[in-house]
C-alpha cells in the first residue's frame, strides 16, 4: 500500500468497505454459491454436467412451460395494458379518472390469491361457475378449464398487466400535445397520426412494461403453483420449489435447482438488458412543456359499450374474486352453496384466534416485514449514500453488487440463502425465521436503493457545504441537513419493502420451516392439504391487512406532500 | 404564392367558465406580417389555435379569402404553424420531419415533394442536417427545421407561436431579421405571436395587443407604441409613471392636470379628453432629471423629489423618485464615468406634458396592479 492511499483512508473509505462487506455477505455471496454449485462437480469445472442436467424431460419442459407462460402472459398483458391505458387518456370514455384508480388496484392484489380465488370459481369439476353451469344450464362439459396454460396465462395477465397500464398511461398523459396537433396541420388524419406518431413515440413505455411483465412472469411462483398442480404444469421457479422440498437436502436436487436458477438469472439479465437497451434508444424528450388538452377520440355510439367492457373486466379480475374469497372463507364446508346458512363467522374466529399455524404467521409475516423494512431501509440510505454523494473509487461496483437482486427472481435469492446459511459455512440458520429475514433483506435491498438514491440525488452537495461553511461538522451536517431532506425517501423505501414482505410467496415458501411460515405460506400450504376454506378465510384477511396499509400509506404521502 | 386574407368576426372561446377569448374582430390583409401580443395567459396562443383550427371558437366566424372555414378541418385549411417548443417528431429526421403528411403532398405541378423541401432546406441553410435527428440540432436550427415543415405545403396562411421564446437574445435578433426577410419573400401572410413586445415592433406590419382575452388595440408599431389607447396597453408597451389627478378643460386648446402630488400642469392639446378624474401616464426616459439649482427652462415643466433609489442598467439609469406621495422612475442616459446620483439626494424632473399621455381614471380596474 503506497503512502498516498493509507493517509486518504477516512470515513468515507470505512463506509464504503462497510457497504461492500455487507453487501457481498447478503447478496454477492449466495449468488456465486448458486453458479459455483451448478458449474462446479466432484471438485472441478463441469459444463457437461450442466448440459446433461439440462437435457432432462423435466428439466426442459420447465424452461419450455415458463417461456410459452411468461411469453403468453406478456403478449395478453401488454395489448390490454396498452388498450386499457389508450382508452382512459385519450378518449372520452365517462368516469376516466375513476376507472383508471381502477385499473392499478390489480397491483395491490397477491396474484397468488387471485389465482386461489379463481380455482374455486373454474376448477374443471368443483368450480362454482363450472358447476352452475353443468348442474343448473345443463351443460355436458365445464365452461372453462382454469387449469391450463390458457387459464394461468389468464389469470397471470389479469394481476400483471398493470406494469404495461401505468408506463404507457403515464407516456400518453406526459406526451406534448403539439406533436401530434403538429401532424394534424400537416394534414395526417387520425390513423395515420396514430400510427406514425403516436405509438412510435410510446413504443419505449410499452416495451418497457412488457419487459416487466416478461420479468414478472418468468420468476413468479404462486399462480402457476396453484393452478398448474393438478395437470403437471410447472415452470422454473415451481420445480426449484419441488426439488428443495420433496427431496430435501440430496446432492442431484440442489444441483438441478442451481442449475435451474442459474438459468433463471440468465433470462432475467437478458430482459433487463434488453430493457435497458429499449430505453436508452427510446429516450425521447417528449414531455410537454405549456399543456393543452391532447385531441380525445370520440368514441360516440362505442362510449357506453366500452364503459362496460371496463366494468366487466375491474369486476372480473377485483370484485369477483375478492367476493369469492370472503364467501368460500365463511363457508362451514368447502363445496356449499352460498346461502345464509351455511356461512359463519368460526372460520375468522378460528385462523385469528384459536389456530396456531394460522395467528403466527400473520404475527411472523408483520414481524419479518417491520425488520426487513427498518433493517434496509437503514443499510440503504447509508449505501445509497456512499453510491450518490461520496467520491469513493469502484462505487459503480457498490450500486451493481446493490442493485443485483432487483433483476433476481426470489426463487434463485433463497436458492442461495439456503447454500449459505444451512451450516456449510459455520452457521446454520435453516428452518429458523432467521434466514428468512436475511432472504427479504437480500431481495429488498434493491427497492430501498433506488427510493434513497433518487432522495439523495435531490440534495446538492452545495447543503452540506453551506452547512459545514456555517461551521457545522459533517456529523451534524448529516443530522440536520442531509437526514431530514432524505426522510421521504426513508419512508418511501420502508413502505416499498413493508407491504410486498407481508404478502411474499416465492422467497418464504422454500425457506420455511414448522413454525415459520408466512402468511402467503400459510395460505398456499392449507389450500395444497385441502384446507381450502381455511386458506380463503385467512387470503381474505391478508387482503383486508394488505388495503389497510396501502390506504395508510396513501394518507401518509398525501399529507407529506401537502405540507 | 397564394396568400390569403383572413377576418375574426366576434370570435369567443373557453374551456369552461372562464373565458379566454371574448370579442375578437380582426382584419389581416393578404402578405401581411401581423403580430399578436400580450403578458402571458392573455389568451394570444389561444386566439392562434382558433385560427389554425385547432379549437372550434364557442361563438364567432372565421373567414379565409372570404371562405368561412367553421366546418374545414385542420388538414384542409392549408395553413403551417410553427409551435412554441416545435414540437418536431423526435424519431424522425430532419428530412421525414418535413416530409410528413398531407394527401396533397405527393406531387404539386411541376415541383416533387422532395425538390421542393431541398429547395426549402437551401433557403433555410439547413441542407447540411437533412438526415439528423431534432436532438442533435441546435435552437436555431430547429427552429428552422420547424419553419420548413411549416412552410413546405405552401400555406395560405403561416401561423407562428412565440418561435423566438426559447432562444438566447442575440441568436433571437439574427432569427427574427430572417423571418421576416423570407416572409417577404415568399409573400406570405403570416400571424406571429409573442410576449416580446421588441420582437414585434421590430418586424410586424402591424400588432394587436391583447389582455385579459380581449383585443385592447390594433396598429403599426410606432402608433401603439407611442400613443396607446388604454393603461393596460400603456402597461404594456413599457409605460411605467401613471399619476392619479383632475383634467380641466381651460381656454382654447388648452388642458390642466391637477394632481395633490406634481402640482397643477397646463399645456396645448388638440383633442382635448374630457374632463373629470384621469391618469397622467409618461415614460420613464421622456422625464429628465437636473440638480436642484438647475435653471428652470420654459420649455419644461418641473417638480422637486427626492431620489430613493438608483439602478444602473448598462445604456441607462433607473432611477426612483418620491414626489408627494408618489414615486416616478426615470431613466437617464448613462454617459462614461458619470456616477449615479446617490439616495437621499434632492433634484428636479423637468418634462414635456405634450409627451404625457391622459386616460380617463377607473379605465382599468387593475390599474394598480404592479406587472
Known amino acids: 500500500m503506497n503512502t498516498r492511499t493509507q493517509s486518504r483512508f477516512g470515513t468515507p473509505e470505512l463506509l464504503f468497505m462497510l457497504s461492500v462487506g455487507v453487501l457481498i455477505v447478503v447478496v454477492a455471496f449466495p449468488m456465486l454459491l448458486i453458479f459455483f454449485n451448478a458449474f462446479w462437480v466432484d471438485g472441478h469445472f463441469n459444463v457437461a454436467d450442466v448440459v446433461r442436467v439440462l437435457q432432462r424431460k423435466e428439466t426442459y419442459e420447465a424452461l419450455l412451460n415458463s417461456l410459452i407462460l411468461s411469453g403468453g402472459v406478456t403478449v395478453t398483458g401488454t395489448i390490454v395494458g396498452t388498450f386499457f391505458a389508450w382508452l382512459v387518456t385519450r378518449t372520452d370514455l365517462p368516469f376516466k379518472k375513476t376507472m383508471k384508480l381502477l385499473f392499478l388496484v390489480p397491483f395491490m392484489l397477491p396474484a397468488f390469491i387471485g389465482a386461489l380465488a379463481w380455482k374455486m370459481l373454474l376448477s374443471p369439476r368443483a368450480g362454482y361457475i363450472n358447476r352452475l353451469f353443468m348442474d343448473v344450464l345443463g351443460f355436458d362439459g365445464p365452461l372453462f378449464d382454469i387449469y391450463s396454460y390458457a387459464g394461468i396465462i389468464l389469470v397471470e395477465t389479469m394481476y400483471l398487466f398493470p406494469f404495461v397500464f401505468i408506463q404507457v398511461s403515464g407516456a400518453l398523459e406526459r406526451m406534448d400535445p403539439t406533436l401530434e396537433e403538429s401532424a394534424r396541420i400537416s394534414g395526417a388524419d387520425l390513423f395515420t397520426i396514430t400510427r406514425k406518431i403516436t405509438i412510435p413515440l410510446v413504443l419505449p413505455s410499452i416495451l418497457s412494461g412488457a419487459l416487466l411483465i416478461m420479468l414478472y412472469s418468468m420468476a413468479h411462483f404462486g399462480t402457476v403453483a396453484v393452478l398448474g398442480v393438478e395437470t403437471g404444469i410447472y415452470n422454473i421457479p415451481v420445480l426449484i420449489y419441488e426439488k428443495i422440498h420433496q427431496s430435501a437436502g440430496s446432492f442431484d436436487s440442489i444441483r438441478t435447482a442451481t442449475v435451474l436458477a442459474t438459468v433463471l438469472v440468465l433470462t432475467a439479465a437478458l430482459i433487463m438488458w434488453m430493457q435497458n437497451r429499449v430505453l436508452a434508444k427510446g429516450k425521447y424528450q417528449i414531455i410537454a412543456g405549456k399543456s393543452f388538452r391532447p385531441t380525445e377520440l370520440k368514441l360516440r355510439g362505442l362510449r357506453i359499450p366500452m364503459l362496460i367492457l371496463c366494468i366487466v373486466y375491474i369486476g372480473l379480475t377485483i370484485v369477483l374474486p375478492t367476493v369469492t374469497i370472503f364467501l368460500v372463507g365463511g363457508l362451514k364446508t368447502y363445496g356449499l352453496s352460498f346461502t345464509l346458512e351455511n356461512l359463519t363467522w368460526a372460520n375468522y374466529n378460528h385462523i385469528l384466534f384459536e389456530w396456531d399455524l394460522t395467528r403466527d404467521s400473520i404475527w411472523n409475516s408483520i414481524s419479518l416485514g417491520l425488520a426487513s423494512a427498518l433493517i434496509t431501509m437503514f443499510a440503504g440510505v447509508i449505501i445509497s449514500y456512499v453510491i450518490v454523494k461520496m467520491k469513493v473509487r469502484g462505487k459503480g461496483f457498490l450500486e451493481f453488487l446493490g442493485m443485483l437482486p432487483f433483476s433476481v427472481p426470489g426463487s434463485v435469492i433463497a436458492l442461495g440463502v439456503i447454500l449459505a446459511w444451512s451450516g456449510k459455512f459455520g452457521i446454520n440458520i435453516y428452518n429458523t425465521v432467521w434466514i428468512i429475514l436475511v432472504a427479504y433483506i437480500a431481495r429488498y435491498m434493491a427497492f430501498s436503493l433506488k427510493a434513497n438514491s433518487a432522495a439523495l440525488e435531490q440534495v446538492h452537495d452545495s447543503l452540506v457545504e453551506a452547512a459545514r461553511a456555517s461551521g457545522a461538522s459533517m456529523a451534524q451536517a448529516l443530522r440536520d441537513v442531509v437526514v431530514p431532506l432524505v426522510r421521504p425517501g426513508m419512508v418511501a423505501a420502508f413502505f416499498l419493502i413493508f407491504l410486498p414482505a407481508l404478502r411474499e410467496l416465492t422467497v418464504s415458501v422454500l425457506l420455511y420451516g414448522p413454525t415459520t411460515r408466512t402468511i402467503g405460506v400459510a395460505i398456499y400450504t392449507l389450500n395444497e392439504d385441502g384446507e381450502t376454506v381455511y386458506s380463503a378465510a385467512l387470503a381474505g384477511i391478508a387482503l383486508i391487512i394488505i388495503v389497510l396499509g396501502e390506504v395508510l400509506i396513501k394518507r401518509l404521502v398525501t399529507q407529506k406532500n401537502g405540507a | ?371
Open chain 2, 1 to 371: 404564392m397564394n396568400s390569403v386574407r383572413i377576418e375574426a368576426d366576434n370570435i369567443a372561446f373557453s374551456y369552461g367558465e372562464p373565458r379566454v377569448l371574448r370579442d375578437i374582430n380582426l382584419s389581416i390583409e393578404a402578405c401581411e406580417l401581423f403580430a399578436v401580443v400580450g403578458p402571458s395567459g392573455s389568451g394570444k396562443t389561444t386566439l392562434l389555435r382558433v385560427l389554425a383550427g385547432l379549437e372550434q371558437p364557442s361563438h364567432g366566424s372565421i373567414r379565409l379569402n372570404g371562405v368561412d372555414v367553421r366546418d374545414i378541418p385542420v388538414a384542409g385549411r392549408n395553413v403551417g404553424m410553427v409551435f412554441q417548443n416545435f414540437a418536431l417528431w423526435p424519431h424522425m429526421t430532419v428530412f421525414e420531419n418535413i416530409a410528413f403528411g398531407h394527401p396533397s403532398a405527393q406531387s404539386s405541378g411541376t415541383e416533387t415533394v422532395e425538390a421542393r423541401i431541398e429547395k426549402l432546406l437551401a433557403i433555410l441553410d439547413i441542407t447540411e442536417t437533412r438526415a439528423a435527428r431534432p436532438a442533435q440540432l441546435s435552437i436555431g436550427q430547429q427552429q428552422r427545421v420547424a419553419l420548413a415543415r411549416a412552410l413546405v405545403h405552401e400555406p395560405r396562411l403561416l401561423l407562428l407561436d412565440d418561435p423566438f421564446s426559447n432562444v438566447e437574445q442575440e441568436l433571437r435578433k439574427q432569427m427574427r431579421h430572417d423571418l421576416r426577410t423570407l416572409q417577404r419573400k415568399l409573400g406570405i401572410t403570416t400571424i406571429l405571436v409573442t410576449h416580446a413586445l421588441e420582437d414585434a415592433l421590430s418586424i410586424a406590419d402591424r400588432l394587436a395587443v391583447v389582455v385579459h382575452g380581449t383585443i385592447r388595440q390594433i396598429g403599426s408599431p410606432t402608433a401603439i407604441y407611442d400613443f396607446p389607447n388604454s393603461i393596460d396597453v400603456a402597461r404594456f408597451v413599457g409605460v411605467e409613471n401613471f399619476l392619479a389627478g383632475t383634467l380641466r378643460h381651460v381656454e382654447r386648446q388648452m388642458i390642466e392636470f391637477a394632481s395633490p402630488d406634481i402640482g397643477t400642469l397646463r399645456w396645448p392639446m388638440r383633442d382635448r379628453p374630457a374632463e373629470g378624474p384621469s391618469v397622467l401616464s409618461i415614460r420613464p426616459h421622456a422625464l429628465h432629471l437636473c440638480p436642484i439649482d438647475s435653471f428652470r427652462d420654459g420649455r419644461y415643466s418641473w417638480i422637486e423629489g427626492d431620489v430613493v433609489a438608483s439602478e444602473f442598467l448598462g445604456e441607462v439609469v433607473r432611477y426612483r423618485i418620491a414626489i408627494g406621495n408618489a414615486e416616478l422612475s426615470v431613466k437617464q442616459p448613462h454617459y462614461l464615468g458619470a456616477t449615479a446620483t446617490p439616495a437621499g439626494t434632492q433634484v428636479l424632473i423637468g418634462f414635456d406634458p405634450s409627451r404625457a399621455r391622459i386616460f380617463p381614471a377607473g379605465q382599468n380596474a387593475d390599474m394598480s396592479t404592479p406587472e
